[in-house]
């Protein structure tokens, strides 16, 4: 089982940034997806969820407006679109995939945010 994100990097304020996370390993379509960030002495924190056949998505209030949750099933990834990003959105960015009682973790990326 992998999952593999991608996309993370260092961004100007207000800047965007499109994150993706390759699954393999397993039957992708049957599990939500999730994305979490974890900040520097900070903990994990969710940033927002996708139903398996993309018909809910869910995010954190700090959240909304500003990111956004896709995914695509025949190419086993999801996305995480983020604009206008603060520099409080500096973390490391990771996805997460559950059903049930199964879940996995992605190794995370690195998101920074500073002029």
């Known amino acids: 089982v992998q999952l593999v994100e991608s996309g993370g990097g260092l961004v100007q304020p207000g800047g965007s940034l499109r994150l993706s996370c390759a699954a393999s390993g397993f039957t992708f379509s049957r599990y939500v997806m999730s994305w979490y960030r974890q900040a520097p002495g900070k903990g994990r924190e969710l940033v927002g969820t996708i139903t398996s056949t993309s018909s809910s998505t869910d995010y954190a209030d700090s959240m909304k407006g500003r990111f956004t949750i896709s995914r695509d099933n025949d190419k086993n990834t999801v996305y995480l679109q983020m604009n206008s990003l603060k520099p409080e959105d500096t973390a490391v960015y990771y996805c997460?995939?559950?059903?049930?009682?199964?879940?996995?973790w992605g190794q995370g990326t690195q998101v920074t945010v500073s002029s």
């Open positions: 997460y995939a559950n059903r049930g009682l199964l879940d996995y």
